[in-house]
């Protein structure tokens, strides 16, 4: 469970926080509370801590009580739809809930109204969750700061004067602040893992293609994931069950470990299964991060063997290129129609990205699927690869470089640097909390093949919070 620990600048935490999703579906089927009551929690602490952390982009009070009715009535008559059945969330301000708002954050949007669900708000619906709102994001979802928005900067709840991360900014802070028991994020280069890396939530980003995009604002068609932000692994995994329509952990209502699921399911006892990544030249940034990270994961497991990735400054090279191609491609016509209405930063990102060539472009491609390949001999030797989520701690809201030990680092560059080649693999990767440093959160990622997530959660569950 991950644990709430307010500082003197920090929003207070509402009722779901440390709250996990076992726990209240529980509580839901014993009659301890009703959805009304928990959708009435979230209503009360997005008001009350709202206003300072500015999670969310759009409220829908009557909607969501209505559908909390609806649960309540189903659970009381016998029908339960599952552990997300009566839980209060928040989608994603890039994803189509129908009859609310879908700007993205911009100010291209305003106006716009969704006319129909997406395919993943569709399943969330026949899983009785209940939506509460629309959460903030980076314009368009094209930053890693979540501080560049029409709706303006989204704060970190463990510290308000704090970036949030993006560009799930919204998602991951209406979760560390608990307003809701889970929400969905985008992830395109590291948006799901980096606000939930720096907000001290747990983050998942699936592997490519396994939750449906259908119904989202694309950014890099090529490179987009739909995310989840939860208070545990376990949680993750119980909404993408949901999401991706298969069989897997978390549907026991129970509180007990599923079938697989068993603390040390899947791990040797050795753990010479799990590898630390590192690379030839390592990303820049604050070393301490990297040492708490390792030594909340070695607590946990033991003496963890050194995996050196040399394909790592590729995959970053070929992320630039495709994500810089795809977002310039689908922003042209709005860029030469109206560029004043967007963001001064976000304008100068992607007419920056315009420049990639189609040659740059399809030799990034090629270089992708080679790419792909030689990571299966990483997994050959290691079924999950640990690192950290990002290499630095929450910047202050609006900071553009930091230097924690003395090199000037740009922010952008050091929040996507160890998120985004998990990206042009298409491969799951989750972000843990895993301490903190001068107060903050820091956070272990790691990453494993389609198929193993549950070996992953295994590993989790032997972290210290």
């Known amino acids: 469970m991950t644990s709430f620990c307010p500082t003197t600048d920090a929003a207070a935490p509402g009722f779901f926080a440390g709250r996990t999703i076992s726990e209240l579906a529980t509580a839901l089927r014993a009659g301890r509370t009703t ?37 309540d009535r189903e659970i009381g008559e016998g029908l339960d739809r599952g552990p997300l059945h009566g839980l209060p969330t928040g989608i994603k301000d890039m994803i189509d809930v129908v009859g609310l708002p879908t700007t993205a954050g911009s100010a291209h949007l305003d106006g716009r109204v969704a006319r129909t669900d997406a395919a993943c708000v569709r399943r969330l619906r026949r899983a009785g969750a209940v939506i ?24 970190n ?14 998602s991951a802070a209406a979760v560390a602040a608990g307003m809701v028991a889970f929400a969905l994020g985008t992830d395109t280069g590291g948006s799901v893992r980096i606000p939930s890396a720096l907000c001290g939530v747990v983050g998942f980003k699936p592997a ?11 950014l890099s068609r090529t490179l987009d994931h739909v995310g989840v932000h939860a208070p545990t692994v376990r949680d993750c995994l119980t909404v993408h069950d949901v999401l991706a329509r298969r069989e897997g952990p978390g549907h026991r209502l129970d509180g007990a470990a599923d079938a697989g699921l068993a603390p040390d399911a899947g791990l040797a006892p050795d753990t010479g299964r799990v590898g630390w990544l590192t690379e030839e030249a390592p990303a820049a940034g604050d070393p301490r991060v990297a040492a708490t990270v390792r030594r909340a994961l070695e607590t946990a497991v033991g003496t963890v063997p050194d995996v050196v990735w040399r394909r790592a400054r590729a995959c970053r090279e070929v992320f630039s290129a495709v994500q810089g191609a795809e ?3 689908l922003h042209a016509q709005r860029m030469e129609r109206a560029p004043g209405l967007y963001d001064e930063e976000v304008l100068r990102r992607l007419r920056a990205a315009s420049a990639v060539s189609p040659e740059r472009y399809a030799a990034a491609l090629d270089t992708r699927a080679a790419l792909v390949r030689a990571v299966g001999e990483l997994f050959g030797r290691h079924d999950v690869l640990a690192l950290p989520t990002v290499p630095i701690t929450a910047p202050p809201l609006g900071a553009r470089e930091v230097a924690p030990d003395g090199r000037v680092i740009p922010v952008r560059d050091a929040l996507l640097s160890l998120t985004s080649p998990w990206n042009v693999l298409g491969l799951p990767a989750f972000s843990v909390p895993a301490g903190t440093v001068d107060g903050l959160p820091v956070a272990l990622q790691l990453v494993c093949r389609p198929g193993d997530e549950a070996k992953v959660a295994a590993l989790a569950h032997r972290l210290t919070p």
């Open 35 to 71: 959805s009304v009551e928990l959708t009435r929690h979230a209503l009360e602490a997005i008001a009350g801590s709202g206003p300072r952390v500015n999670a969310f982009a759009h409220v829908d009070a009557a909607g969501a009580l209505a559908a909390a009715r609806q649960a």
């Open 132 to 155: 509460v709102g629309k959460t903030t994001t980076h314009e368009f979802a094209y930053g890693p700061t979540g501080d560049r928005s029409v709706h303006g900067p989204t704060r």
């Open 157 to 170: 709840p463990r510290d308000l004067t704090r970036m949030a991360g993006g560009s799930s900014a919204g």
């Open 208 to 218: 490519y293609d396994a939750i449906p995009t259908h119904g989202v604002l694309p």
């Open 327 to 329: 977002a310039s491609a």
